[in-house]
């Protein structure tokens, strides 16, 4: 049972490339998300999925495009990376069974933006 | 006002005691309540939610919630090394399941 799974778990980016961050997840969750966590910030929202065919913008969307590709993927694209896009990505998704309800975690992506 | 706000520690605890974390929340339309334990370099992982008033047990875990208040706590009954983590509390508004607030934690240390 993997649960939510995420690559790379390390990037280096030069200022101005792109890249895309993967997310599958095996739990039949309708929910997605992605999240940034930074030291002193707490983790941030991005973008999220509340289901296949839908996205919505979080509290960080700027510099970011994402796609909910089917029920179990959804990625998240950084078209040109800037050094304030270093940080730690985590992809989440979201169940609805209430004696577990709460996110489950990918292991996240370390991004370094130089 | 932080939505979630959170010490950010560390608080040290001696082993076997009872770790207490607390959180404050400014929006009294949430309706649910999480702690998550993150270890470093990690990703968090859900110890355990809350939605009612009052105390909820979970093994060595008791999460208590006081709406009139605003605050949410997480005690860790005999607590042991490897407790040590970062404690994240989080709150969803009620129909919100995209509007799930962080804070941003509080580093607890556990001292053999």
């Known amino acids: 049972n993997a649960g939510v799974t995420q690559t790379p778990k390390f990037q280096v980016l030069k200022t101005g490339q792109s890249m895309t961050l993967q997310c599958a997840q095996d739990?039949?969750?309708?929910?997605?998300?992605?999240?940034?966590?930074?030291?002193?910030?707490?983790?941030?929202?991005?973008?999220?999925?509340?289901?296949?065919?839908?996205?919505?913008?979080?509290?960080?969307?700027?510099?970011?495009?994402?796609?909910?590709?089917?029920?179990?993927?959804?990625?998240?694209?950084?078209?040109?990376?800037?050094?304030?896009q270093t940080s730690v990505y985590f992809c989440a998704s979201l169940g609805t069974d209430r004696r577990t309800y709460g996110y489950t975690f990918g292991s996240g992506t370390r991004l370094t933006v130089v | 006002q932080k939505e979630v706000e959170q010490n950010s520690g560390p608080l040290s605890v001696p082993e076997g005691a009872i770790a207490s974390l607390n959180c404050t929340y400014s929006d009294r339309g949430s309706q649910s309540f999480f702690w998550y334990r993150q270890y470093s370099g990690k990703s968090p992982e859900l110890i355990m939610s809350i939605y009612s008033n009052g105390d909820k047990e979970d093994g060595r875990f008791t999460a208590?919630?006081?709406?009139?208040?605003?605050?949410?706590?997480?005690?860790?009954?005999?607590?042991?090394?490897?407790?040590?983590?970062?404690?994240?509390?989080?709150?969803?508004?009620a129909g919100g399941y995209q509007k799930v607030t962080f804070g941003t934690g509080t580093k607890l240390q556990v001292i053999p």
């Open chain 1, 27 to 84: 739990m039949n969750h309708n929910s997605m998300y992605w999240y940034r966590q930074d030291p002193g910030m707490g983790l941030r929202l991005i973008y999220y999925s509340a289901s296949e065919g839908t996205t919505d913008k979080g509290e960080v969307p700027n510099g970011y495009n994402v796609s909910r590709l089917n029920k179990r993927e959804f990625s998240l694209r950084l078209e040109s990376a800037a050094p304030s």
């Open chain 2, 64 to 93: 208590q919630l006081n709406k009139a208040s605003q605050y949410v706590s997480l005690l860790i009954r005999d607590s042991q090394p490897s407790d040590s983590a970062t404690y994240l509390c989080a709150v969803q508004l």
